[in-house]
């Protein structure tokens, strides 16, 4: 589920409850919808995300800027670098 | 009476009218296709040049007593509750199910309509899987690329299964030898849910078949055949198996805030009701649950909205229950729901039995005279309870 928060060039992306294919799917997903300088959030439940957007960031030679596994959730902050 | 309206003429949809006979509903179904397609054999018309039983006419299918119509839905209005078709009629309803499904759109990248066109895929229609089988039968030895182009993709295990099957005939036909086959993914892995990867993996690795990860495919040029990625990579082919994007049905929805930008319905995880409306329901691939795009799940929500317009309480778990073919005689399920991660099913004949047991049942499945048989498969695999006895290693 993809939600504009308003301000310009910054979604974010809950994929809360999202197992399988997981929240992979929606980054990528909102990875084909952006551009460079965007700002992609993700907030997962699966804990396998974690490493996968480590990777994925690798792979695509984007920016994670960040990753925190809470209490409830997973965020990871991108910044969209090549596209 | 209650007039309940269904639009769509799939698995959801049918398998709902069945649940929905009841002497204080009115049931009006619109389909856009008398015929009924059933989409996964279509994998097995491109890769194993089957005609089994492919469609059957809707009206022998659905339930007695429903008043079916086919009708193309152009426009659903949830404000004023009434569904307008192509003809130009409405249709008034108290309650609404979509079941519409999704289709492919190979135009939303660029050159892949004409790939498409030109060599078939196994995801649309009859007759795409037939020009795709006719390509893998002319097929002399080369480059194969096969996968999705994009993320969402209806029946996840599908592209594995395309590309195991596709190595299977190759090696029935002497032709493997010749041929280099490439596995692209958007995925960070050969299969997005890692336990099923750590199966899958090595027996793609094991058949020689090469996986390019996290390659979302851009464009594609038919005359250089080539595929490029966003990411920038690209892959050469002789012959491209390329699964196109997947989006809703081309309907127009009053509000337009409940899709999304696939076109999916937006519906509440549990109860299935389209966000913002009581009395509206999306079932099956129609909507934006996040969870697979398969069959199993239109079923199970057909369940869970079926009691709910009989005034009962209920709610769906995000089931999901896909077998994959392995392509050597073994299967396998990717089995998982909302609160319980997939985890990992060891491939054996027993499971590519039960398969292909699923889908000689599909049409008799379709009328609900084996939902006991399903509850009970669906309660000894559920994967909460496994769940519960077995804590996951990883996700």
């Given amino acids: ?83 | 009476m209650t007039r309940v309206l269904l639009i769509g003429g799939g698995s959801g949809a049918t398998m709902l009218s069945h649940k929905l006979q009841r002497r204080h509903l009115k049931v009006t179904m619109l389909t856009a296709s008398m015929e009924h397609l059933f989409q996964p054999a279509l994998l097995y018309v491109a890769f194993a040049q089957s005609s089994a039983d492919v469609t059957r006419d809707e009206r022998q299918l659905v339930a007695r007593g429903i008043n079916l119509i086919e009708e193309t839905v152009t426009g659903v209005n949830l404000i004023d509750r009434e569904v307008t078709g192509g003809s130009g009629k409405t249709y008034p309803y108290d309650s609404l199910v979509v079941a519409t499904g999704v289709g492919t759109d190979p135009a939303q990248i660029p050159g892949l309509l004409e790939t498409t066109a030109r060599y078939g895929d196994y995801h649309s229609t009859i007759a795409q899987a037939r020009k795709l089988g006719n390509a893998l039968s002319n097929f002399r030895g080369g480059t194969i690329a096969l996968g999705q182009s994009t993320p969402i993709c209806k029946c996840p295990p599908s592209p594995v299964e395309g590309v195991l099957l596709a190595d299977r005939l190759l090696r029935r036909r002497g032709l493997r030898d010749k041929t280099r086959i490439i596995f692209f993914t958007p995925y960070p892995r050969a299969y997005p849910a890692a336990p099923m990867n750590d199966i899958i993996e090595p027996i793609l690795k094991d058949r020689g078949i090469e996986v390019v990860t996290m390659f979302d495919v851009d464009r594609v040029d038919p005359q250089g055949q080539t595929i490029f990625s966003i990411e920038g990579e690209r892959i050469d082919y002789d012959l491209p198996i390329i699964i196109p994007p997947f989006m809703g049905a081309a309907i127009d929805y009053r509000p337009s805030e409940v899709l999304d930008q696939s076109r999916f319905v937006k519906a509440d995880k549990a109860s299935l009701k389209i966000i913002g409306f009581e009395d509206a329901f999306a079932i099956g691939d129609a909507n934006n649950l996040p969870t697979s795009k398969a069959g199993v799940g239109a079923h199970l929500e057909a369940n869970v909205v079926a009691r709910q317009l009989r005034g009962k309480s209920a709610s769906f778990n995000g089931r999901t229950n896909c077998p994959v073919d392995l392509g050597d005689g073994r299967g396998t399920f990717v089995i998982g729901s909302y609160t319980s991660p997939v985890r990992r099913y060891p491939p054996s004949r027993i499971n590519l039995l039960m398969k292909m047991i699923m889908e000689r049942i599909y049409w008799v499945s379709l009328r609900g005279a084996l939902e006991p048989v399903f509850s009970i498969y669906f309660m000894l695999t559920d994967p909460d309870r496994i769940s519960r006895r077995r804590p996951p290693k990883r996700s």
């Fill in chain 1, 1 to 83: 589920m993809v939600m504009p928060t308003g301000v310009p060039n910054r979604t974010v992306v809950d994929s809360r409850g999202s197992a399988c294919p997981g929240p992979i799917t929606d980054l990528s997903m909102a990875y084909r919808r952006s551009r460079a300088g965007d700002v992609i959030e993700v907030w997962a439940t699966d804990p396998g995300f974690r490493e996968d957007v480590k990777a994925w960031a690798t792979k695509t030679g984007n920016q994670l800027v960040s990753v925190e596994e809470g209490p409830e959730k997973i965020v990871a902050v991108l910044r969209i670098l090549r596209r």
